[in-house]
Nanobody, 126 residues
Framework: QVQLVESGGGLVQAGGSLRLSCAGSGRTFSSNAMGWFRQAPGKEREFVGSINWNGGMTFYAEAVKGRFTISRDNARNTVYLQMNSLKPEDTAVYYC???????????????????WGQGTQVTVSS
């Protein structure tokens, strides 16, 4: 079992940066591939990116590639989403999610993730 809590959301102007954190608990956290998703009002939950168990491999959606970076610190049981060059269309609730232990990180569908945080709001003003 993994519990996840996101933080770091807020209001930022276009072109600015934010760093989201996802604190995890549970015995298997360091064995779990992790993902970030976002959901804007009236839209489906959208894949942002994912990272493998040790942080050595990442995978991003085209919409954020080159602007967002995912990293993790297993000693702190935390995954990060660094967001740069933010655009108004990045406005959404951002969720972190964990796959079941020892599954791969190349997973872009919400149904491929077993555990979810409560989400944190990111609003980018123009």
């Amino acid at each position: 079992q993994v519990q996840l809590v996101e933080s770091g959301g807020g209001l930022v102007q276009a072109g600015g940066s934010l760093r989201l954190s996802c604190a995890g608990s549970g015995r298997t956290f360091s064995s779990n591939a992790m993902g970030w998703f976002r959901q804007a009002p009236g839209k489906e939950r959208e894949f942002v990116g994912s990272i493998n168990w040790n942080g050595g491999m990442t995978f991003y959606a085209e919409a954020v590639k080159g602007r967002f970076t995912i990293s993790r610190d297993n000693a702190r049981n935390t995954v990060y989403l660094q967001m740069n060059s933010l655009k108004p269309e990045d406005t959404a609730v951002y969720y972190c999610a964990a796959r079941a232990a020892r599954l791969g990180y190349l997973a872009g569908a919400p149904t491929q993730y077993a555990y979810w945080g409560q989400g944190t709001q990111v609003t980018v003003s123009s």
